[in-house]
């Protein structure tokens, strides 16, 4: 699959090319089974893994349909398939996601998601029950990382590419959201209070963690929701049985959550998610000194929805937000760089940001000119505040500097349904931002536009292509940042004359749903997309100024390389973020599952390629391509589903500034439900012991790894 992509990738930047070939290399079976087959018109009768594409969510448009019906690239990932792998990071949480990735560290449980080949300063739009997540440090890492343990999440939608108009500012990569648990998590609409206990235990530094919920209506007035996690891990090993030092971290989290319906169509909710993490590390400042970590990530929103059928043209939601992301960092060990800056035990190294948003929308669905029309329009804003005390040597206060910044947006979208097998969306976004901070400002706005067209020429088979520019704002840290780089030494210097970048994405995909394919109780869904995206003005990290050489060793005068240059590094410049002319990424997506009752297998593929237009050389941020199926069987009454997870990934690009070898992961897992209230999981990750670096990340992955969870429930009705 990824040979024959690929080189139609090459061939043609044409999507209607790509949409040729994608089809043709990850369709699973021949066009005479799908002529015999129905159209799918029903809900599927459980929750497995092909209702992953048959769940009802907030599409990309902002309007609940289910995902296959949703014409765009989009995803979600249920609570079952959490379970079912026992994610314990976010990495294990959208692995079989076509399109995306984590960047992480196995010394910091903050991950940074990656999509379409772009990432970091908010190219990618993280939310959490609807509230940004804008927390960023820069280092030798990800610039642009969050907090969240999977145990915490109800369910994640994820949308590629510049084509959500209605989710804020900034998304030129695409979103994702994240949902934490609420009370129908737990308990069925017919139960009134209950309790759910989670317990697991893992090996190889996967440690424990207690997990327990509870949850109460009173009546039809209201709801209350509450969790309390801990998670305990430990240092892992690679498949090389090298022990990765720091690797182990602890958390303490609490989550509560309520809803309040005063009267009919109306509800007020409220939610608090906290959470701290304790970990030690290096710090990622590049010279060598250890920090004790403690991180502080919450999160508070308040909102309001009104939804009734019998007043179509009012589906209000009003939400305020409050986030924010503390990381203290005290020094344990001095490097020889810090301690010749008389940096001691226990210095202060702390960087936080502070957001505090609004997001209110509208949708009014009405016949007009004989038409059906979904109307949607709002507006949103966002503020971050980003602050960094460093007591530990000025390094942290350079790199990650202090400032304020605010977004803020509104849009309008309509979506027209023409006949059954015809449909567009047309929407309008205006986006603006202001940044101070160190004396500099910088301020600006647009309009994107975005056209998509639907065509249903067979049940069951839609055919989209969609129009859409994307504009994202210089971060803080691009603007500001300000300099000397401690080893070796050069300088870092601001930009105030960034240009917001700007995305114009080119996409194509077709939908497909049918029951009934092979016999009468299976089902077949498949999302296929490709896309071509060329985003003006890219930013990105350039060397500028004269050339000069540094000494090997530190403190060494810089007066030895005149007369012996093999102990200096030759060529060095100071850096800056600047605007390059362009950069180009394209690529193909597939997502398709079957499921026949006793069984199902998935399939997820990946092919994306970036070009730096001005260099002609590639972007340091696109992925390898990648493959991942499922296949599970259902057993002993459908109680024990047993299964396995394979997952190939191809070499990096070479020229690439940390090139990676591909690999290739057996995953295992099985799910025994003795009942509705017992419950239980076993998952054998990395079977054969692989050795492997992901993409980007500065540590070798865990080996073998087994994980074991027992869930138990008590309610009431």
Not at 157 to 186: E, K, L, N, Q, W
């Amino acid at each position: 699959m990824f040979t024959l992509l690929r080189e139609g990738l090459r061939a043609s930047t044409s999507p209607l090319a790509l949409l040729v070939l994608a089809p043709l290399a990850g369709l699973p079976f021949a066009s005479a089974a799908l002529a015999q087959s129905a159209p799918a018109t029903r809900p599927l009768p459980s929750e497995d893994d092909v209702l992953m594409l048959d769940t009802v969510t907030i599409t990309s448009g902002k309007t609940e349909d289910k995902v296959i019906n949703d014409l765009a690239g989009s995803s979600v990932v249920t609570r079952q398939q959490i379970d079912r792998l026992q994610s314990s990071r976010i990495s294990d949480v959208l692995q079989s996601v076509p399109g995306v990735a984590v960047q992480e560290t196995g010394t910091d449980p903050g991950q940074a998601i990656n999509i379409r080949g772009l990432q970091d300063f908010g190219r990618v739009n993280v939310l959490v029950d609807g509230a940004r997540q804008d927390y960023q440090v820069s280092g030798h890492g990800a610039n642009g990382t969050f907090y969240l343990d999977p145990e915490l999440i109800g369910q994640v939608d994820v949308v590629r590419g510049p084509v959500s108009t209605v989710y804020g500012s900034g998304a030129i990569g695409g979103v994702a959201s994240f949902r934490t648990r609420t009370i129908d998590d737990i308990l069925n609409p017919d139960e009134k209070y209950g309790a759910v206990q989670r317990t697991g235990y893992g090996t190889n530094g996967a440690g424990i963690f207690t997990n327990s919920m509870v949850g109460a209506r009173l009546g039809t007035a209201a709801d209350v929701f509450g969790q309390f996690l801990y998670r305990n891990t430990n240092n892992y090993y690679d498949g090389n049985g090298d022990k990765i030092r720091d690797s182990g971290s602890e958390l303490t989290s609490g989550l509560f959550k309520f809803n309040v319906y005063p009267a009919d169509g109306h509800t007020i909710s409220g939610s608090a998610l906290l959470q701290n993490y304790t970990f030690a590390n290096n710090g990622d400042t590049g010279v060598g000194t250890r920090f004790s970590n403690d991180v502080v990530a919450n999160t508070y929103t308040l909102g309001y929805r009104f939804a009734r059928p019998d007043v179509p043209w009012l589906d209000l939601s009003m939400k305020a937000y409050y986030t924010s992301t503390t990381d203290d960092k005290n020094v344990l060990t001095p490097s020889r760089t810090y301690g010749s800056l008389g940096v001691r035990p226990g210095a202060l190294l702390s960087y936080s940001m502070e957001t505090i948003g609004l997001d209110i929308s509208n949708t009014a669905r009405f016949e007009a000119g004989g038409l059906a029309h979904a109307l949607t329009f709002g507006v949103d804003a966002a503020q971050d505040q980003a602050e960094t005390v460093d007591r530990a040597g000025g390094y942290g206060s350079a790199f990650t500097p202090s400032g304020e910044r605010t977004l803020m947006g509104g849009f309008i979208q309509d979506e027209v349904r023409f006949t059954p097998w015809l449909r567009a969306i047309g929407a309008l976004r205006f986006d603006g931002y202001d940044l101070e901070g160190g004396g500099i400002h910088a301020d600006g706005s647009r309009v994107s536009p975005k056209i998509t067209v639907g065509v249903e020429p067979i049940a069951g088979i839609e055919f989209y292509g969609t129009y859409a520019e994307g504009y994202r704002a210089p971060s803080i840290t691009e603007t500001l940042i300000q300099g000397s780089h401690p080893f070796p030494i050069f300088n870092i210097l601001p930009n105030p004359s960034l240009r917001p970048e700007v995305a114009h994405n080119l996409e194509g995909g077709v939908n497909i749903q049918y029951d009934n394919v092979l016999n009468a109780d299976d089902s077949f869904r498949a999302k296929i997309s490709v896309f071509h995206n060329e985003i003006d003005d890219y930013i990105d990290t350039v060397n500028v100024g004269p050339v000069y050489n540094v000494p090997v060793v530190p403190g060494m005068p810089v007066s030895v390389c005149a007369f012996m240059p093999g102990l200096c590094l030759i060529g060095i410049q100071d850096q800056q973020y600047q605007n390059i002319a362009r950069a180009s990424l394209q690529g193909a997506e597939l997502e398709a599952a079957y499921d026949w009752g006793k069984g199902f297998v998935t399939v997820a593929g990946t092919i994306i390629e970036g070009e730096n237009e001005t260099t002609g050389g590639p972007l340091n941020s696109v992925y390898p391509d990648r493959l991942s199926t499922t296949v599970g069987f259902r057993l002993l009454d459908d109680k024990l589903t047993l299964g396995s997870r394979l997952t190939f990934v191809a070499d990096s690009e070479t020229k690439v500034a940390n090139p990676t070898k591909g690999y290739g992961l057996v995953d295992l897992f099985a799910s025994y439900r003795y009942d509705e209230n017992i419950s239980g999981d076993i998952t054998i990750q990395n079977v054969f012991d692989r050795q492997y670096v992901q993409y980007q990340n500065s540590q070798a992955s865990p080996g073998l790894t087994a994980k074991f969870s027992l869930n138990v429930k008590f309610a009431s009705r």
